[in-house]
């Protein structure tokens, strides 16, 4: 199976800062690649499909990027609403992988 | 506006089967393809399963081939997951999933003695 990994596990950031969140896969997943947002007690929340296209309603400042085995979430100027767990998804391949998530929080 | 329902969690002995449904509503049911993802508790989330829009093809994560069962009803909007055999570790929350962008509030499996 592909295994997916996220850098950092955690990312200290401030208000208004930009965050670069890393997700690496094992194998190349061309660009069959999702964001989740999810924070405490809710539903994990679709941010990013396809490595770089935003879902309806996902505000500007989130942006993706990478195709094959690296992929970047960036947060252009972090809001009190993003701070959350990230995670990054493939689909390329069956079974389907999970990172296990990056941490933004202040 | 999209609305997945689960139903049928609760706690249950090792070796024991439970059947978990999700009524889908707002969208054309019988064209998406729908996936079943667990979330154990303080985990990141795993995929469990998915199922074509057709019902005709059908993949399953490797923790729970030969144990889970998903199938679909279209005549009725719904989603089901058949579980045997459960174990300790397959306690989690379970989600369906409409293709994958949108999940539904979840319910919540125990698996324990």
């Known amino acids: 199976e592909i295994v997916m990994t996220q850098s950092p596990a955690t990312l200290s950031v401030s208000p208004g800062e930009r965050a670069t969140l890393s997700c690496r896969a094992s194998?190349?997943?061309?660009?069959?690649l999702v964001w989740y947002q999810q924070k405490p007690g809710q539903v994990p929340r679709l941010v990013i499909y396809?490595?770089?296209t935003r879902a309806t309603g996902i505000p500007a400042r989130f942006s993706g990027s990478g195709s094959g085995t690296e992929f970047t979430l960036t947060i252009s100027s972090l809001q009190s609403e993003d701070f959350a767990i990230y995670y990054c998804q493939q689909y390329d391949n069956w079974p389907w992988t999970f990172g296990q998530g990056t941490k933004v929080d202040i | 506006e999209v609305q997945l329902v689960e139903s049928g969690g609760g706690l249950v002995q090792p070796g024991g089967s439970l059947r978990l449904s999700c009524v889908a509503s707002g969208f054309t049911f019988n064209t998406y393809a729908m996936s079943w993802v667990r979330q154990a508790p303080g985990k990141g989330p795993e995929w469990v399963s998915f199922i074509s829009d057709s019902g005709v093809s059908i993949y399953y994560a490797d923790s729970v081939k030969g144990r889970f069962t998903i199938s679909r009803d279209n005549s009725k909007n719904t989603l089901h997951l058949q579980m045997n055999s459960l174990r300790v570790e397959d306690t989690a929350i379970y989600y369906c999933?409409?293709?994958?962008?949108?999940w539904g509030q979840g319910t919540l499996v125990t698996v324990s003695s």
């Open positions: 396809g490595a770089s």
């Open positions: 194998q190349s997943v061309s660009s069959n």
């Open positions: 999933a409409k293709d994958m962008t949108k």
